[in-house]
């Protein structure tokens, strides 16, 4: 039976110099493998400050009071170490989805697996769209 949930994966890099190449795409001969890998699975990585950041000027736009995540994604994004932590991480999308069936996250995860081995990632994530697997926004102010 098909999980009917969604999958996303996501990888982190080591330091800031591969973390921008890989955010600019930068076919550097020691990212060739990585690029190789998601080339295979019509991936393209999504820096994921540049995720938040992209979220939070969205709701400040469209009104923040439609955006259950901007108060923690703002002061993601304000913090300095998680600034430098999310730099360096990158979400996974296929056929410019952001999200997608748990076989193509498999294969994916699979296929990127390698290349923790080689230190070119550091770590693999796999996150899917179950609630009970991820935090929620909270429901009304703080007491």
Known sequence: MASHWQYQVRFDVNDSATAESVGRKLRAPALAPLFDILAKHRAAPKCQFDAFAEY???AEEHGVENYPLY???KA???????KEKYLKS????V???EIYAKEIADSLEADLQPLTTS??????SKYD???ANNP???QGPRD
């Open 129 to 131: 769209t179950n609630p």
């Open 76 to 82: 993601t994004i304000e913090n300095a170490a998680k």
């Open 71 to 73: 108060q923690w994604t």
């Open 95 to 97: 056929d410019e989805r």
């Open 119 to 124: 230190g070119l990632i550091t770590r693999i």
């Open 136 to 138: 929620q926004p909270r």
């Open 90 to 93: 990158f979400a996974l999308y």
């Open 56 to 58: 939070a000027a969205a």
